[in-house]
């Protein structure tokens, strides 16, 4: 019992990080798309596969959930606190893997087995990205967490040679592509992880091929089972393939710019350090001590690690290539960092002196992505320069949703008019009132018992009101104010 | 309940709800537009500069109106600021860039200028924060000989339209946030304080000054 006590004190610490205030950062614009959709799920009880403009369905299904087990049925009824807590038990399933996943690769040469994995644990669970995310409504920490499952998975049935593995593991890959369709990135980047590092070795089992097919078969039974809305909407098995037109029509050479675009050392500088606006954003201590464990795993005898540095290098390389970029995309490369990280530490244990030294080194990168942490998910979650907070929803959202009841009670009939060319969140916090509508540009019947209209279409909304209005501003997001029309007396 | 019962209790229903049919009018349904759904939002990098050409505001001032505050005292309700320093206040460095703005922290929080000695104020201009489009909330400009402000105050300008400052409704408009800052006319108003409070910003919760300066003449 008491060898799994530090284990459990780490997911612990990964729990409380990821469940604490779950409601005070405002909804982020995709957070607030991906709630109403959980929500039309919850109201309708059905579920339509959108390869366009959404990802896959597990987030939505999982949501739904476990919005009926806190007793939340309606979108009305739905809550941040319950959206948050999906990514969040996913987030600290990741970290109870993650150790799983170095506790079964038989590092040698690090004293007790079971400390590397504790460490990487430990770096997952305190990694600013991965504790972010987290608590952040959007699909990747499922997809994060589902991939180091397919490869938990993989590397039993690899060690064991039994069925049922490689059936759990391609379960897994099926959860992966029903979540996001990036899935075939990490796959092929743990394939080529394995090619390079264990050519000619061969897995435990006799009949590799028959454990292929069953994995193959699971991963498509499972993907397929969630894209067809459990078999009600088979034209989502089509949608899934067409999600990858969509991409590629979006993210062609002959596309327009996203918007998105950056710098192919965008991901570098996030895992470095940089001043943004007066505040330091760094997670440079870790990122060396993952430097250090990638050359250690080089030159060292274990595959796996060899392995894991080639798929850090793999995915790393991708997300920097690739012109579109946005910051959750690093929870995607925490997994492996923290592995190589905690690498680090076993080789420092080595020299003279070398468990001090490998001591002073964890505590000094526990102690700065501790403080980092801190910083971007709990004293400044929503602010501009907070890399992870990427155009995220000002403060100013949560006054909306007062204004427009003030608004019905002394107008009951409405309307309360959004008219903005960009309007997300609002139609999270605007959820359950009536007579609530949405318009890009100004409709010809203007007059509300309350209108907001973003400062692009203030001039055309304002020449269209009959009645006298007072006018404020209130703001959606940093740089986008919006103007607040109330009917005067 | 017998037969007479029950037709009593029909007729009462059937007038009922007649009624309203009986006057001819029905609440009108209306169907709003849903929210469409859309990608994650782009980033604004834009610099937000007033376009050129545009006015800015003229305050006609005596001939020896010159500027009182720079380099004089300042202090806030947040005397640690985690980014930059009050002295940034009055320091002439109004360009806005990283290192010459004070952040001051949540909800509403002032800033006051010790002129030294009492002087008839001409002018209070502020540049809270420009280079992204913003609007600070409950802007309240005062002036007072009282260092507490508790007696002697005179606001010449207070956007607080919903008095959640608790300091009293403005009726005065809010403003975008732009490099040209903001101008208030003091109409000579007697003080040796000047103190300003904002509460948040349309972009964040917080509270920012790159620059306060106070125009008039020595009393």
């Given amino acids: 019992m008491l060898r799994w006590l530090p284990l459990a004190l780490i997911a612990f610490v990964a729990l409380g990080l990821r469940t604490r205030d779950l409601a005070t950062r405002p909804m982020h614009a995709d957070e607030a798309n991906q709630a109403v959709k959980t929500g039309e799920l919850l109201d309708s009880g059905h579920y339509t596969y959108d390869p366009r403009d959404h990802h896959g369905p597990t987030l939505y299904y999982a949501a739904a959930a476990l919005a009926r087990l806190r007793g939340e049925r309606s979108l009305a009824e739905l809550t941040e606190t319950t ?231 793999a995915t790393t390389l991708a997300f920097s290539l690739f012109a579109y970029k946005t910051p959750w995309h690093t929870v995607d490369l925490v997994p492996a960092f923290a592995i190589l990280a905690a690498v680090a ?93 949405f318009w890009s540009t100004a409709p010809e019947e203007c007059d509300g018992a309350l209108i907001v209209a973003s400062a692009a279409q203030a001039e055309a909304v304002r020449a269209r009101l009959r009645r006298k209005y007072s006018e404020t501003f209130l703001g959606l997001r940093p740089g986008f104010v919006c103007m607040i029309f109330t009917p005067e007396p | 309940m017998n037969i007479r019962h029950l037709t009593l209790l029909f007729s009462a229903v059937a007038l009922a709800t007649g009624a309203s049919a009986a006057d001819g009018k029905v609440p009108l349904k209306v169907e709003y537009p849903k929210p469409l759904f859309a990608g994650t ?60 703005y004070v952040e001051l922290g949540p909800n509403t929080q002032w800033v006051q200028v010790d002129l030294g000695a009492s002087a008839k104020v001409a002018a209070v201009a502020v540049w809270h924060f420009h280079s992204q489009a913003r609007v600070y909330h409950d802007v309240i400009v005062q002036i007072s000989d009282d260092p507490e402000f508790k007696k002697g105050v005179t606001t010449i300008f207070n956007n607080d339209d919903d008095n959640s400052s608790k300091l009293g409704k403005g009726s005065d408009k809010s403003y975008v946030e732009t490099n040209n800052g903001r101008v208030f006319d003091a109409k000579g108003t007697a003080g040796r304080y000047v103190r300003l409070y904002s509460n948040g910003n349309t972009s964040d919760e917080l509270n920012h000054y790159c620059e306060i300066e106070v125009f008039g003449t020595a009393k």
């Fill in chain 1, 345 to 437: 530490l076993a080789a420092l244990t080595q020299g003279r002196a070398g468990r001090l030294v490998a001591g002073v080194a964890a505590t000094v990168v526990i102690a700065t992505l501790l403080q980092q942490t801190w910083r971007s998910s709990f004293t400044r979650p929503a602010d501009w320069r907070n890399p992870f907070a990427y155009v995220h929803s000002s403060a100013d959202v949560l006054k909306y949703r007062p204004l427009a009841e003030a608004a019905l009670a002394r107008q009951p009939a409405g309307p309360i008019r959004i008219i903005s060319e960009e309007y997300w969140p609002l139609p999270w916090y605007l959820r359950g009132l009536p007579n609530v509508g």
């Fill in chain 1, 83 to 313: 959206v948050r807590l999906v990514p969040a038990f996913f987030g600290t399933a990741a970290v109870i893997l993650i150790a799983a996943l170095v506790a079964g690769a038989n590092l040698p040469a690090t004293g007790s087995p079971r400390w590397p994995a504790l460490a990487a644990a430990l770096f997952l669970a305190v990694s600013p990205p991965a504790v972010y995310y987290s608590r952040y409504f959007v699909q990747e920490t499922l997809l994060a967490t589902f991939t180091l499952a397919a490869f938990v998975c993989g590397q039993r049935w690899w060690r064991t040679g039994l069925t049922r593995w490689a059936v759990a593991g391609g379960a897994c890959v099926g959860l992966m592509q029903a979540t996001k369709a990036s899935a075939p990135l990490f796959l092929l980047a743990g394939v080529l992880s394995l090619w390079i590092t264990r050519s000619g070795l061969r897995p435990a089992t006799r009949r590799p091929g028959r454990d292929a097919v069953a994995a193959l078969l699971a991963a498509s039974a499972t993907a397929a089972v969630l894209f067809s809305s459990f078999g009600t909407n088979p034209s989502g098995l089509r949608d899934a393939l067409a999600a990858y037109v969509h991409a590629a029509q979006r993210f062609g050479t002959d596309a327009a710019p996203t918007g998105h675009e950056k710098p192919w050392w965008y991901y570098l500088r996030i895992f470095g350090w940089y001043r943004e606006g007066g505040l330091l954003w760094y997670e440079a201590p870790f990122s060396l001590l993952a430097i250090g464990g990638m050359l250690a795993a080089f030159r060292g005898p274990s595959r796996f690690l060899r392995g894991v540095a080639v798929y850090a290098i």
């Fill in chain 2, 41 to 100: 939002p782009r980033p604004i990098s834009l610099a937000n500069l007033e376009p050129a050409g545009t006015k800015r505001p003229v305050i006609m001032v005596s001939a020896d109106t010159k500027l009182l505050s720079k380099g004089k005292k300042v202090t806030s309700s947040d005397s640690l600021p985690v980014i930059g320093e009050l002295s940034f206040i009055t320091d002439g460095d109004k360009t806005g860039i990283d290192g010459a």
